[in-house]
């Protein structure tokens, strides 16, 4: 299946504010190099990745992860400086803020795999 990414940009936003909400509900407890990143990622519209990555993903098949969400999530771990992709996918299983500013649901993030896999198809 190809990837769908029906809203852009907002809907990451709305994705975000939602869910940040849910388990983060005392936002000062957030260090303001933190409080940096999510400004800098919330104003980062990745959605053209979508559109052009669609001819590297197969109709076939289950759905893939959202490219602009692979790749924002990719960036989030250089700005969090963890430079090892394996590292990166256990710290997104574990904290649900880097799940969450990536666009991945809390529980249901990528594996290491998948990270190459986005990596080949960029």
Not at 32 to 38: E, G, K, L, Y
Request: proline content about 7%; charged content about 20%.
């Amino acid at each position: 299946m190809l990837p769908v990414n029906t809203g852009g940009h907002s809907t990451y936003q709305n994705f975000v504010v939602e869910n940040f909400r849910k388990y983060y509900p005392n936002p000062d407890a957030l260090s303001r190099s933190t409080w940096d990143i999510i400004d800098r990622f919330w104003n980062l519209d990745l959605s053209y990745t979508d559109e052009l990555m669609r001819s590297r993903y197969s109709v076939f098949g289950p759905r893939p992860r959202t490219p602009s969400c692979m790749q924002r999530s990719y960036l989030l771990s250089i700005d969090f400086k963890v430079s090892s992709i394996t590292e990166w996918a256990a710290q997104l299983k574990m904290n649900p803020l880097f799940a969450i500013l990536s666009g991945f649901r809390v529980g249901d993030t990528p594996g290491v795999g998948t990270f190459y896999d986005f990596m080949k198809r960029l």
